[in-house]
Nanobody, 120 residues
Framework: QVQLVESGGGLVQAGGSLRLSCAAS????????MGWFRQAPGKEREFVAA????????YYADSAKGRFTISRDNAKNTVYLQMSSLKPEDTAVYYC?????????????WGQGTQVTVSS
């Protein structure tokens, strides 16, 4: 079982940037695809981005394309989500996940989430 701990959330003004981090432990991180999901109040959890174990392939929801970048550092067992040009509609709890099902709301393991709030 993998343990995932997110950090980096917070309050930011519209147009600003944040970088989320997810530290993994418990099994061979470098062999896992990783992803980020989010859940806004009153809404279903949704896929944001995913990255292959090597980092060679990345996938983005339409809402994230051109604004968010997912990356990973296997030496540090960490995956990142760089978010820029943030909008109020990006406000949500962001979850890191291992073994994500790309473009779905499913994954093998989840972190506890980190709150991102974008003010207008």
């Amino acid at each position: 079982q993998v343990q995932l701990v997110e950090s980096g959330g917070g309050l930011v003004q519209a147009g600003g940037s944040l970088r989320l981090s997810c530290a993994a432990s418990g099994r061979t991180f470098s062999r896992d695809a990783m992803g980020w999901f989010r859940q806004a109040p009153g809404k279903e959890r949704e896929f944001v981005a995913a990255i292959s174990w090597s980092g060679g392939s990345t996938y983005y929801a339409d809402s994230a394309k051109g604004r968010f970048t997912i990356s990973r550092d296997n030496a540090k067992n960490t995956v990142y989500l760089q978010m820029s040009s943030l909008k109020p509609e990006d406000t949500a709890v962001y979850y890191c996940a291992a073994d994500p099902v790309v473009f779905s709301s499913q994954a093998g393991s989840w972190g506890q989430g980190t709150q991102v709030t974008v003010s207008s």
